[in-house]
């Protein structure tokens, strides 16, 4: 059952029941309103009698007359006969009261089982003799049963014209409501949704439609991203297997030659030289591989004051003694110190400086600069050598940015993207930039989020 339907069935039944509540309310207040109107009239009369049993009956005759009430008078004898001295043009006592009815009602004005429809009070006036009084109920019963069929009646076109009016009031939101449920649906069932309907009605709807909105827009960016994220791990795996499956054919193949018998001196050397090099090139793909994963799962993990001036300052010295054919300009300011965690600190200063070595002439110059300003930590480091074709790029896994990255050269394409994961774990970034001195300049910039100690 739809929604409008569900309303309009929900307002129609509220219509109902509150205009037959009020409805009932004053029935009951007009047959209240009724009774004692009928039993003031009886009292009236018992009353006029009340002072002096002697004249009782003439009083009461003269004060129905006077009052013109509808009343029946029977007088009750000690014999148990019944005379009925004055009686209504309608509605009059049809069946006679019995001595215990006589006696029942003497108090108050009662109703009897053996006198149903009726009203009556009894008045002893001397002798044994009784004078009872009786009203008719039926004019009041019928009355009300046209006031209960009025009341109904009246609630029906007070729930129909309510409904129009509802109706007319809530057609835009209804009319909005359905149109925003049926693309709800489609967005669900994996239909291609379109653009989210207008709003033309109240500010309710116009707010649901723009939660809505929200909704289908960050979805739909979510389904992107899992579907990019879906790409790039499929891409990633086929580039693995290829990376592997190099050096496993190589391995593989010198293996069976060994493994023959029939491999000379030399070339048992020759074999024995190039598999121990492919399981180190699969050695040190499968640690940086590991890597990238544990930089991806948690890369704020165990974050601990460092002083990254000590640590870069001692990674550029170990450089500059193991290779001092290279100039080397050092620019680094002193007592810079951040939360992160050092070894990856470090292995942006290892995998930057790494790189130089592997791209660059053996005599081509190398510059180093860190200076922190403000909140952030920049580390710089450029090299005089061949640089890329092209910068500003962020790199991707297995991304060779010349053909001078070869396998053979042992470069997997895996450097570069464990530098931008890394800074971007440590909540920075990764730029790749021409250098003044002619190649490449790796820009790293950290957040300073500053230690309170060491």
Request: glycine share 8%; hydrophobic share 40%; aromatic share 4%.
């Given at each position: ?56 009956l003439s009083n009461a005759l003269y ?17 148990g006969q019944i005379t009925q001295v004055s ?368």
């Amino acid at each position: 059952m739809r929604i409008a339907t569900r309303l309009t069935l929900l307002f129609v039944a509220l219509s109902l029941l509150i205009a037959l509540t009020i409805g009932w309310f004053a029935v009951a207040m007009s047959s209240r309103a009724q009774y004692a109107t009928l039993n003031s009239s009886i009292n009236s009369v018992v009353d006029s009698g009340l002072s002096n049993p002697d004249t009782a009956l003439s009083n009461a005759l003269y004060v129905i007359q006077r009052d013109q009430y509808d009343l029946t008078l029977d007088v009750v004898f000690p014999s148990g006969q019944i005379t009925q001295v004055s009686s209504p043009a309608s509605d009059a006592l049809r069946r006679h009261p019995s001595t215990a009815d006589v006696k029942a009602s003497l108090r108050s004005v009662t109703q009897v089982g053996d006198l149903p429809g009726y009203e009556i009070r009894s008045l002893n006036i001397g002798g044994g003799d009784y004078l009872v009084v009786a009203g008719s109920t039926s004019s009041i019963e019928k009355q009300n049963e046209h006031l209960a069929l009025l009341v109904a009646l009246a609630a029906v076109v007070i729930a129909l014209v309510g409904l129009a009016l509802a109706r007319e009031v809530m057609r835009r939101d209804l009319r909005s409501m359905e149109r925003l449920i049926d693309y709800a649906g489609d967005v669900a069932g994996g239909d291609e949704p379109g653009p989210v309907p207008p709003s033309e009605g109240s500010r309710d709807i116009q707010e649901l439609r723009s939660a809505l909105v929200v909704m289908v827009e960050a979805l739909q960016e979510r389904i992107d991203v899992e579907a990019k994220n879906s790409r790039a791990m499929q891409q990633f795996i086929d580039d693995a297997s290829h990376e592997l499956r190099t050096p496993l054919t190589v391995v593989k193949g010198y293996n069976d030659l060994l493994a023959s018998g029939q491999a000379s001196p030399e070339q048992q050397t020759r074999a024995v030289t190039r598999v121990q090099r492919e399981v180190e090139r699969m050695e040190a793909l499968v640690r940086d591989l590991l890597l990238l994963a544990e930089v991806r799962e948690a890369p704020h993990h165990d974050e601990r004051p460092v002083n990254v001036s000590d640590l870069v300052s001692a990674r550029v010295h170990d450089f500059a003694l193991e290779h001092p054919e290279r100039p080397l300009t050092r620019e680094i300011q002193r007592g810079v110190t951040m939360q992160a965690r050092a070894d990856y600190v470090d292995r942006l200063t290892g995998n930057a400086l790494t790189n130089v070595l592997r791209h660059t002439p053996d005599d081509a110059p190398v510059r180093v600069t860190l200076h922190a300003d403000g909140q952030t930590v920049t580390l710089v480091i450029e090299d005089g050598g061949p640089g890329l074709p092209v910068y500003g790029v962020r790199p991707q896994r297995f991304q060779r940015f010349d053909d001078s990255r070869s396998r053979e050269t042992g470069g997997s394409g895996l450097g570069m993207s464990i530098m931008a994961d890394v800074a971007e774990s440590l909540g920075g970034s990764m730029t790749t930039e021409a250098s003044s001195l002619g190649g490449l300049r790796l820009r790293f910039t950290l957040p300073l989020r500053v230690a309170t100690s060491l």
